[in-house]
Structure formats: C-alpha cells, structure tokens
C-alpha cells in the first residue's frame, strides 16, 4: 500500500521564479492538503483540495495556488517566489473533506530553497 | 484564531526517566493529534485524541486529552535514546477533522 509520495524531494529557485511541486495521495484517500514549514517551526496550513477544488485555505497570498486532478493527486503552484518561501512543503492525504476521524498522512515533502 | 502553544520548547532528558509534554490551545475544538518528526524528515502520526478524557498508549508514550481546559499531555515513560525527535500537537477546528493548527513543537533529546 503506497504512502503518500511527493516530487521533487529538493528544489533549487531564484527569486521571482515560478516553481510547481506535486503529490500523490494514499491509496483510498480523496483528500490533499498542503503545509509549509519553515525550518525550527511547526507545520503551517496552505489549503486543501477535495473534489478538484480548493475548499479549505488557510492565511498565505495569493501568489500560493493549487490543483487537485480527477485520480486525486495535485499541484502546489507558488509564483513569484521569494527568499522566505524557502521551506520544506508537505503533502497530507486523508479521506473526506471534514468532520471524520481519519488521521491526515503526511508525504516526505519537498524542500524548497529560493536564493 | 486558533493558537497551540507547547512546552517545554527543549526537553533534554536521560534515559531511563519520565517526562510530560503539554499542549495547550486557544479555542474549542473536538479532537487533537500528536505526531512525531524526526530530523529532515516527514512527519509521523502518533496519536489521535477524539473525546475529552482519551487516553492512548503506545509502547513508552501516553497521551490524553481534557477538552475543557483545552489541554492535552504527552507522557514519556522510562525515555529510551530512540525516542529523540521533535513532538508537535495539532488541533483543527471544531467539527473537522482538517486545517491543522500546529504547536511549536517539543524537540526531544534523551540521552545515555
């Protein structure tokens, strides 16, 4: 039973550029959210996605957008980038958009460096 | 807003002894989580608190949950070096089981 995987594992941008990172979720699970986490810090919610659109989102502009495809899996899109997007971004699956149980399983993430 | 706060923010503990790590929250919500992070990587789940008084065990760790003083503990028992990593709780809003709001995390060291 895969986990949830996310690609690339590392990722090298320059300011302003435009970077996409992905994720699969875990087999059975219709539900992706995504977090930033800055080095030190716990993780901080982006969005999640149920459905193919966006349901949740959390205070992060609007430079951070996002995509869910009809298999589930999905795209974290950041524009613009700058020096402080620099963060490991991790992808949780779950099944069901809210109000179940079920624990969010969390990708290896993608470590984001913006120089 | 939402806030959790943890502490301690550094436990260095030896092995062999007992510690708790708590877990605090600003505003109502019906269940917590608990995962467990080790250095560059992902995060892991532990435990999931779903009612007031929960109480979860797994091997030296024991978790519970008093959704009326929004409080939730971590107890460590009988540290082994194993058990060094960083702890984070996680509380979602009330009614969703989403949207995490994660604690600044207790980064754990036990040594010999």
């Known amino acids: 039973d895969a986990g949830v995987t996310q690609s690339p594992t590392h990722l090298i941008k320059t300011r302003g550029q435009q970077v996409t990172l992905r994720c699969s979720p875990k087999s059975g699970h219709d539900t992706v959210s995504w977090y930033q986490q800055a080095l030190g810090q716990g993780p901080q919610f982006i969005f999640q996605?149920?459905?193919?659109?966006?349901?949740q989102r959390g205070n992060f502009p609007d430079r951070f957008s996002g995509h869910q495809f009809p298999n589930y899996s999905s795209e974290l899109n950041v524009n613009a980038l700058l020096l402080g997007d620099s963060a490991l971004y991790l992808c949780a699956s779950s099944l069901g958009q809210g109000g179940g149980t079920d624990t969010q399983y969390f990708g290896p993430g993608t470590r984001l460096t913006v120089l | 807003e939402l806030k959790v706060e943890q502490n301690p923010l550094f436990l260095s503990m030896q092995e062999g002894k007992n510690y708790t790590i708590y877990c605090n929250y600003s505003?109502?919500?019906?269940?917590l989580y608990w995962y467990r992070q080790d250095p560059g990587k992902s995060l892991e789940s532990l435990f999931v608190l779903l009612s007031n008084g929960a109480v979860k065990q797994e091997g030296r760790l024991m978790a519970s949950l008093d959704t009326k003083a929004r409080l939730s503990t971590l107890h460590i028992t009988a540290a082994v070096h194993d058990l060094s990593a960083t702890y984070f709780c996680?509380?979602?809003?009330?009614?969703?089981?989403?949207?995490?709001?994660f604690g600044t995390g207790t980064r754990l060291q036990v040594t010999l």
């Open positions: 996605y149920y459905e193919e659109e966006e349901r």
């Open positions: 505003t109502t919500s019906d269940r």
């Open positions: 996680a509380v979602p809003p009330t009614g969703t089981a989403s949207k995490l709001t």
